[in-house]
């Protein structure tokens, strides 16, 4: 365990870190599951910020993108930090993989085993299924529309902190969703720690399944 790496994807809008307290949460909770670290990180924000004030001087496209990503790679310290300017991507297709032996509860560097999937699939996406239920795509957590509410699945691969966010502001609901449940809904949001709910674009299920 001690070679593992963990990754925070964290988004910069004009400098600021919005999601940063929820971020920090999670490197907590791993650095204490793995490492038996009982403090958290000091200074993250700061750091962040120098290294993004030194990431400008390189590249000075970073200093006017409207949004950035911030890639933390980290075990029981911070070890890197990367920078990028970031734009949504759209989804045309989705297909269902059933995969009951895929680990994801800690965010790891390492997506090799998700990425397979995609191949596997041959789709934009894949929503995963484990024991039947539904959990998250390669890349984010979702909600699906049942005609009243977002209910997002209440046993996700990886609790985002996006997802935390907006569970904190009862935007969507938990519930286990069954495979054979989906059909009963009729959209789906894909988000993460870069796409707000407002910027998630709202898929018709119909339209983006793949059979």
Known sequence: MSQLQLLETIRMENGELPLLTYHLTRMHTARKRV??????LQGVDKTIKLA???????????????????????QR??????????????IDSVKIIEDN?????????DRTALEALKVRA????VLIVQKGLLTDTT?????????LKWLTPATPLLLGTRRAFLLDREIIKPRDILKNEIQNFSK??????????????????????VK
């Open 101 to 109: 032996y895929l680990k994801y509860d800690l965010k790891f560097a």
């Open 77 to 90: 310290e911070i070890e890197q930090i990367e920078f990028m300017p970031y734009e949504i991507k759209t």
């Open 35 to 40: 490492w038996r670290h009982k403090h958290p």
């Open 122 to 125: 041959q789709t934009d996406e």
């Open 52 to 74: 993004f004030e030194k990431a400008c001087l390189k590249q000075a496209r970073l200093a006017t993108a409207p949004i950035v990503k911030c890639r933390v790679l980290y």
């Open 139 to 147: 890349y984010t957590n979702v909600a699906l529309w049942n005609g």
């Open 188 to 209: 789906i949001k894909f988000f993460n720690a870069m796409v707000t709910w407002e910027e998630a674009i709202e898929y018709d299920l119909e339209k983006i399944l």
